[in-house]
């Protein structure tokens, strides 16, 4: 059917969204959280704290929040998406002011009862705020490069926050969700080879730029034995543990490397090579076929949504949802530099848990109102 077939419904009722909810996402994301509660109960030695109780805790509530949103009207986010956009802003601008400080990075905001990441918010306002200015773009406007200096900017200003606090990992993240949004709004491939080539040409500039540790981690990356003790450590080690597990693993609370403390942050950022320790290959795919699931999902309700606005908005989830796992699981194989990006719904971490359990419920939103039609028209009005 067209995108602008008017025999589509305007609106839909609670009982038929609840109907067309996405009850099968929602099954398959209760596995993949609840293989981190397995893994933290692991990571914490035979107990539910610190960090298993915690995480259990906010995915019930993230539930809570998905079921929820997936079941409001999408105009609702399409209203909201800039307002969104600017408090994601906002929080990254506070970061910079009063923002605490752990592990040498300025990047949350004290809350009293949370610990705010307001990286990670941006990480799915910027997917709405982009969606929400394409869904106001026709082909031809999307063809102008003039067309393309907003939303280009809409990506730099946080995305150069980011980087102050500093974040390498997370404006990877920003800047490679942003993209995968450009292109499937329609924005063509020799524009992006224009940006690549800017990219190159600019890395001599970018590498003076970087701070000392972030050099070592690159040089590391080239090289992990030219400091083993040191810069080199934690991907050496991470090395080990996912080589010891073999194809079966070691079994469940039976991985040295972890529970003899060799494996550095094994609850968040190494969490998978602790995984992998204890299950082995088989486990590792298993997960993986998981995570790849949730991203199939959401790439086939893009491609069923009948909007620009909610294709762009799956689109937009399973990719941000994509490049979490693929970052974690290749920076822990060494794959790439170490970049401190969690694995996604394992990790232990709240805003990540909060943050992707909404977005999830914006995908929900998008699968439930596929079939309803959204005026595109440029401007505030375009709703």
Known sequence: MSLHDHSAPASLGLAQRIRSFGWGLLALLTLVAGTGFLVLYSAANGSFDPWANAQMIRFAIGVVLMVVIGLTNLKLWLRLAYPLYGVALLLLVAVEIMGDIGMGAQRW?????????????????????????????????????????L??????APS?????QPDLGTTGMLILGAGATFFVA???????????????????????????????????????SRDPLGAGYHITQSKIALGSGGVTGKGFMQGTQSHLS?????????????????????????????????????????LRARTVFGRLVAAGVGTTFFFYYFINIA???????????????????GTQMMTL??????????????DVQLRRQPGLEGY
């Open 262 to 302: 060799f494996l550095p942050e094994k609850q968040t950022d190494f969490i998978f090579t602790m995984y992998a320790e204890e299950f082995g290959l088989i486990g590792g795919i298993l997960l993986l076929l998981l995570f790849v699931s949730v991203v199939l999902y959401a790439l086939s309700v893009s």
């Open 357 to 370: 359990m909404i977005a999830f419920g914006l995908l929900a939103c998008v699968n439930t109102h596929r």
């Open 186 to 224: 329609g924005v063509r491939a020799w524009k992006f080879l224009v940006v690549l080539a800017l990219f190159g040409a600019s890395l001599p500039v970018g590498w003076s730029m970087l701070h000392e540790y972030q050099r070592q981690r690159v040089l590391t990356f080239m090289d992990p």
């Open 109 to 149: 905001i004290d809350l009293g009862f949370f610990q705010l990441q307001p990286s990670e918010v941006m990480k799915i306002a910027i997917v709405l705020a982009l969606a929400r200015y394409f869904h106001g773009c026709t082909a031809e406007d999307i063809r102008r490069p003039v067309t393309l200096l």
């Open 160 to 164: 150069l926050l980011v980087l102050r």
């Open 331 to 349: 920076m822990v194989m060494g794959l790439i530099p170490v970049v401190g990006v969690p694995l996604p719904m394992v990790s232990y971490g």
């Open 151 to 156: 939303p280009l900017a809409m990506v730099a």
